[in-house]
T-cell receptor
């Protein structure tokens, strides 16, 4: 089982600021998914990345897959209160990262 | 479409009691999964069923059993609950077990074992 480490564990920033969160492993991923989970709900898929070096954009969210496919990042531009939640990376449905709990302060 | 439905939403047990968590999906998905999420943590896989008639252990299977009753339903049983099993339990499904498939989650069962 691959261990997925996410950083930071907690992040609290003001509305309008930019932020980046990370997902890292010592092993190579075949693919990686990012999910967002809101309180009392199950996680919801944001994106799947498959190719090393791949960049995908979802409105203000930019996802990058490392060239060596061992790491991934999620960058949010001009954060909004609706971005608040727990961000989780996942490999092949079997392993979830430890999560980044993001709070955007209005 | 209901998607993935879990019952109950909340449950309190005493140590040693048994119970079954129910999960059903109406999306004709082949693969189903049970995860647990402890406070402030990510999800850990308990068991999964890649297809009807098969089940496999995940990262934390001890103390649990599962039954893939049919294509729609995948239940999780705690035979003798322990306080360490206090957690939120999520069921999920995917069309297949293939790489990159999206997980569809239920809304969770919050279980407390006293």
């Amino acid at each position: 089982t691959q261990l997925l480490e996410q950083s930071p564990q907690f992040l609290s920033i003001q509305e309008g600021e930019n932020l980046t969160v990370y997902c890292n492993s010592s092993s190579v991923f075949s693919s990686l998914q990012w999910y967002r989970q809101e309180p009392g709900e199950g996680p919801v898929l944001l994106v799947t990345v498959v190719t090393g070096g791949e960049v995908k954009k979802l409105k203000r969210l930019t996802f990058q897959f490392g060239d060596a496919r061992k790491d991934s990042s999620l960058h949010i531009t001009a954060a909004q209160p609706g971005d608040t939640g727990l961000y989780l990376c996942n490999h092949e449905k079997l392993t979830f990262g430890t999560g980044t709990r993001l709070t955007i302060i209005p | 479409n209901a998607g993935v439905t879990q019952t109950p939403k909340f449950q309190v047990l005493k140590t040693g009691q048994s119970m079954t968590l129910q999960c059903a999906q109406d999306m004709n998905h082949n693969s189903m999964y049970w995860y647990r999420q402890d406070p402030g943590m990510g999800l850990r896989l308990i068991y999964y069923s890649a297809s009807e008639g098969t089940t496999d252990k995940g990262e934390v299977p001890n103390g649990y059993n599962v039954s893939r009753l049919n294509k729609r339903e995948f239940s999780l049983r705690l035979e003798s609950a322990a306080p360490s099993q206090t957690s939120v339990y999520f069921c999920a499904s995917t069309p297949t077990a293939s790489q990159g498939e999206k997980l569809f989650f239920g809304s969770g069962t919050q279980l407390s074992v006293l």
